[in-house]
Every structure is written in structure tokens, then in C-alpha cells.
């Protein structure tokens, strides 16, 4: 038996069996995967992975994301290595698959491909019922999200991923497919670079209804609404009192708490 997927990266990942040593080094990966009755599989995971929070604390640490210890994983012996385009250089994936290591990619940019992603583990993995079950419920309320913003006034939102430099999100990003999908207008969608570098300035020049401020990967806190202040006449979320301290995890984790998070955005962001 051969297993054959096609990675984000456009590469065929062949495996000879479903693998039995797996290593993520994606943090909403490791959550997917033992959504998916993987656990046991699972074999090592970066010092980010903090989900499930009372499960995954036992499993081999192999570094961050940027920074994975390659000797580390190899040493583990692993039949599959899960990374992601964005999240994970494209060196240390290479070096890996040097090592002659099966390494499968990810890079959801919507939500939809979010889904899709739980059923491509799925077929990679065996658990392609599970994955199957997991991504209809996920998909039920995707629908239920489109149906409740068509034809609904959209708030115009704000969602830094930095501060020193503010840094925001363009169109061709996952936060931005996920705002959209629960009713927003991403107000640096139209920036040429997916991570702009902005000033609170153009925040309110371009009349920010709502501002979600994540605890990550910038941890924002409330001793940070100081920076806003000498806007506070100037932002409709400021005067209206719609900011918003979220968990980043709801803005950026594709799989299987994409249903939770539809649900979380959707609340914020009824007019």
C-alpha cells in the first residue's frame, strides 16, 4: 500500500504505510492531529505547542517553529514530519527530507482550505472517518456564517499581528479569509504586502468600527490601548468601545477549532 497527497509546496508526499512516528511543527497541527485520535502517533512537537493543554505535555520538544533542532527530530525516528510554508523555513523542511524524512506541508489561506486540510491529514493518516466527521461539522458552520452575514451591514475591523512597527494583514492571508467569513471588512486588505507595516494614523483614516487586538503571535494587553490614545476622537471603534482582546488562536489556528472560532468572530462582529 502506497500513500499519495499532494503538499501546499506542489510536491508528492508518498509514504509506504500510514505513519506510526509522526513529529508536527505546527502548533494548530498538533491539535489537529490529536483530534484525530492521533496521540499515540504523535511523537514530538515544538515548545509552542501548547494544545491540548492536558494532553500534549508529555511529548518530545524539538525546538520553535524557525528554529526546529533537525539532530533532535531525527533522533526520534519519525515516518512524517508536518510543517507549514509560512510557519517553518523552507531550509530546515529541505534538510529534513535530506535526512531522507517524509515531510508534508501545509498552508491554508482560507478557511475552506483549513477544512480541506483536516481531510487531507485524514487520507495521509488513516483516520480518513474521523477527518471526514470533523470537517463536516466544521463545515456546517462555516455555512451557518454565510448565511447569517449576507445582506448584514459589515464593521469595518482592525487586527494587528504586531506592535513596534504595527504590522496588519492583507487579503491573501488566512486572518483576513477568517474576518471576512464573520462579516468584517479587513481595512488593510487592499495592501500590496500580506504583512503591512501601518500607523494608527491610517487606522483611523480608514474609519476602524472594530479593533481586535490577539495575544498572538503579539501579545496585546490592555496596557497597550495607551498607543491609541492620541486617536480617541478620530476611531469609531474607540469611541463606540469595540475593542476587543481576543485569543490569537481564533484568528490564526486553521482545523478542527475552526467552528468555535466562526462562532467567537461572529458574536464581536454583529453590528
Request: hydrophobic share 40%.
Amino acid at each position: 500500500m502506497t500513500i499519495e497527497v499532494m503538499d501546499a509546496a506542489g510536491r508528492r508526499v508518498r509514504l509506504p504505510r500510514y505513519p506510526s512516528r509522526i513529529v508536527s511543527l505546527v502548533p494548530s497541527i498538533t491539535e489537529a492531529l490529536y483530534v484525530l485520535g492521533l496521540e499515540d502517533r504523535l511523537i514530538g512537537v515544538t515548545r509552542f505547542c501548547t494544545e491540548p493543554s492536558d494532553r500534549v505535555g508529555g511529548k518530545a520538544r524539538v525546538g520553535g517553529q524557525k528554529n526546529p533542532d533537525l539532530e533532535r527530530i531525527r533522533s526520534l525516528r519519525p515516518d512524517l514530519v508536518v510543517a507549514n510554508v509560512e510557519e517553518n523555513r523552507r531550509d530546515d523542511v529541505e534538510a529534513l527530507e535530506g535526512m531522507g524524512v517524509a515531510v508534508y506541508t501545509t498552508y491554508p489561506r482560507t478557511v475552506v482550505q483549513g477544512i480541506a486540510m483536516i481531510r487531507t491529514l485524514g487520507q495521509l493518516t488513516g483516520t480518513e472517518d474521523r477527518a471526514s466527521a470533523v470537517a463536516a461539522s466544521v463545515e456546517a458552520v462555516y455555512r451557518e456564517s454565510a448565511e447569517e452575514v449576507r445582506g448584514r451591514k459589515r464593521l469595518r475591523v482592525f487586527c494587528p499581528i504586531w506592535r513596534k512597527p504595527y504590522m496588519s494583514i492583507n487579503h491573501d492571508t488566512y486572518v483576513h479569509d477568517v474576518l471576512e467569513t464573520c462579516g468584517a471588512i479587513n481595512i488593510f486588505a487592499d495592501t500590496p504586502d500580506r504583512y503591512p507595516k501601518i500607523s494608527l494614523a491610517e487606522v483611523a483614516q480608514r474609519d476602524a468600527e472594530v479593533i481586535l487586538l490577539p495575544d498572538e503571535p503579539y501579545a496585546f494587553h490592555p496596557r497597550h490601548l495607551v498607543d491609541f490614545e492620541p486617536f480617541a476622537g478620530f476611531i469609531p471603534a474607540l469611541a463606540t468601545g469595540r475593542v476587543h482582546f481576543v485569543d490569537g488562536k481564533v484568528l490564526s489556528w486553521y482545523g478542527p477549532r475552526i467552528g468555535d472560532s466562526l462562532c467567537t468572530l461572529r458574536a464581536l462582529l454583529r453590528s
